[in-house]
């Protein structure tokens, strides 16, 4: 498959995407796990990205790209890939069709898993995290609890709740989501690629993802 998935912050873009790689083989891929992986690889690119997040500035959407296409071009990515939260904006969208183009490249589609908003507040305020900066395990103390003590079930750490996971923080990143990125939804059904899928049970959401593709 080679699909992106689109959703707000606690969608479970994450989620499923780990589960739809089991289907298939098809890899995942976030632009937070590729930047922290060049910068750790220290190549030219993740010299450059390095510089811009040392400063605490966005990496710009040119670097970005540069990094995605070297990211798609790689031997794993033939079976097929999940583009999990990116593109965010419209200009990223527009910069990711052209480089899709020149690497003959063709989505199946674009899904948007859609969560109503108590939902998502419900799973990201009960979300901890390993403070191991080599583990960062992830739990919800609803239905995959960390240890009984709250360290990590992995490394032994303690889990905390993130600074950008309480209630006030959500409410916020929602905002900016419906701001900057919700648009993309108009954008990808003006190019005939969006599908809109229920976000709340992964296994229902999987095989309704499923079902579209083999369609």
Known sequence: MKIILLGAP???????AKLLTEFDGSVQISTGDILRSIVKEGNVLGQKAKEYMDRGDLVPDSLIMDIMESRLQE?????GFILDGFPRTIPQAEAL?????RLKIKLDFVA??????EVILDRLTTRRTCCNPSCQAIYNVKNNPPNEDGT???CNH???QRDDETEEAISNRLKTYHQKTAPLNDYYEKEGLLKIFLSLIADDTIADIIKALKA
């Open 10 to 16: 606690g969608a479970g873009k994450g989620t499923i």
């Open 75 to 79: 031997p794993d990515c033939q079976n």
């Open 97 to 101: 069709a052209k480089l899709l183009a």
């Open 112 to 117: 948007n898993l859609d969560a109503p908003r």
């Open 152 to 154: 990590c079930t992995l």
């Open 158 to 160: 303690q889990t905390i």
